[in-house]
């Protein structure tokens, strides 16, 4: 089967992660072709001058003012013109082996809507932290409890964003938002348990750890959804019990601590520079 794939990537003074993001998509190797569309919020650092430099024909970027992720991935969406959407922050990077890995769910489940793998979480050096292992899409989680589906390492069908526009007003549960229209609206999900995505934690990044459920932004998901996250106590409770029960009747506790001893290890997987580093903006 061969897929093309339409990888965005908004940025903003991440000049310094950004050249992981795009290796890990341009040395991909499956059946079919991606573009890797970026949108620079007009960084301060050297991103512009870096994208320049780059001269290569699947990326198309621009360097123009937006109204923070949520605006910068609409217009990414709006430039997008594959079959499959892949929502890459520019402090993420894919895993090897990703993007033939979705061609090869899709073709076994071709009625999908969304693929779902597992992550793996990096520091800045791009070095192992934990793996995080998810599970398929439960309306009840993510009503009931909180968004757990990483978007690093999320494929979306292109058709069934038909209609979708991310929310300006959403900071940083954008994710959040996302699944829960998706689910609303009937999505198939189908979940791969093998890393896809590596998901890096570092200082600059807007959301470091989970958000209380009297924030703003989860009032605005309330409402639109009609989450009980942030009104009884005991639907969340019982939200974070099924997400629990999830996570073990489908392996995930267990893959994670099968990549305990891989910790430290570096997961930036392409060759590195002649001086054993990898690429890096500045």
Not at 246 to 255: F, H, I, K, M
């Amino acid at each position: 089967m061969s897929l093309t794939f339409s990888a965005l990537t908004p940025t903003f003074n991440y000049g310094r992660f950004l050249p992981d993001a795009i290796e890990s998509v341009s040395r991909q190797k499956f059946g079919g072709r991606v573009e890797h569309l970026i949108q620079d919020a007009q960084s301060s650092d050297a991103t512009a001058d870096y994208l320049a430099s780059l001269g290569a024909d699947h990326v198309r970027w621009w360097s123009r003012p937006d109204a923070g992720q949520s605006d910068a991935l609409n217009m990414l969406l709006a430039e997008a013109s594959g079959e499959w959407i892949a929502w890459l922050n520019a402090d993420d990077f894919y895993l090897e082996g990703a993007f033939a890995c979705i061609e090869e769910v899709v073709e076994a489940n071709p009625r999908v809507d969304v693929v779902i793998g597992d992550a793996m979480f990096v520091d800045v050096d791009g070095c192992l932290t934990r793996r995080y292992s998810a599970y398929n899409a439960n309306p009840r989680v993510l009503r009931d409890y909180r968004c757990y589906i990483p978007s690093c390492s999320t494929f979306i069908r292109r058709s069934a964003l038909t209609g979708f526009q991310w929310d300006t007003k959403l900071r940083s549960l954008m994710d959040w938002d996302l699944w829960l229209w998706l689910v609303g609206g009937g999505a198939e999900f189908v979940h791969v348990p093998r890393p896809i995505g590596a998901f890096r934690r570092h200082a600059d990044q807007v959301t470091q750890g989970a958000l209380s459920v009297t924030h703003p932004e989860v009032e605005i998901l309330r409402e639109r959804y009609g989450l009980r996250t942030t009104r009884s106590f005991p639907s969340r409770a019982m939200g974070r019990v099924v997400h629990m029960a999830s996570r073990a009747r489908t392996g995930a506790y267990a893959r994670d601590l099968g990549a305990v001893p891989r910790r430290g290890g570096t997961q930036i997987w392409w060759p590195a520079d002649k001086d054993g580093t990898s690429r890096r903006g500045s």
